[in-house]
């Protein structure tokens, strides 16, 4: 792949890269058709990170299914997928780690350690690979894609990032692999975060600014479901991702719930997502 990346750029061609963990759903095309309109030649990766995933978490369980996931990268004409194994990636005796310390601290890095650590790594070991002059990742995973982006401008990587939009089920469902595990109740019941977010969103919108106040009716939404069990709401900087009493323009609203024993993230940012 490198070698490959390295000859499309002698040859003057520009690289979009797009990072899955396969598994592809709609959320993941939109970021293929966005990458695709900006580059010469459009990469997606399929690699179930190992290295982010805690030791109870459920990399051996997560789904996979390659012959779809080729399927539908043909039908988005993706011109290369490169989908390593994990000894490719982490061969015996791998020793070096990218670690961000500041921004994975919060949210999803308090209550997942060395979560963000595995992603850093992986995401700057495919960036050497693969060469891309931009990269595409989801907001759902709205820290993620800001320890990226911190990253990215601290080891002066060659790489724009975008990050583009929450895409959602009919109900209001954010999109995510994860989904599978719900049964059909779970799968009620997952609406609970969307409905929470919405009722922030109308929280704000009638003038409540209080972060505690939103924070509590976010509560008592999500309560209202019997399967569920809040890992964090946080109300925070959308940019530093320091705690906030006060929403306002930029602020992130963001949610990680288990719903029986699948654990789902979702958020919302108040106005404009920070560059
Ligand atoms: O968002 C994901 O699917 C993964 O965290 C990523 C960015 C591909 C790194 O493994």
Redesign the pocket.
Known sequence: MQERAFALKRAGKTISCV???GFLHQGHLSLIRAARASADVLVV?I?V?PA?FGPSEDYRTYPRDPERDLRLCRQEQVDIVFAPEACDIYPDGYSTYIEETDLSRWLCGANRPGHFR??AT??TK?FNIVQPDLAY??QK?YQ?SRV?MKMVKDLNLPVRIEVCPIVREDDGLAMSSRNKYLNPEERQEALCLYRALSRAEELVISGEYSAAKIREEMEAVIGQEVHSRIDYIEIRDGKTLEPRDQVGEGTLIALAVFIGKTRLIDNLVIGKVPG
């Open positions: 990072p899955t963990m990766t690699f990170n982010q595995g992603v992986v995401v495919l990742f989801g995973d993620q990226i």
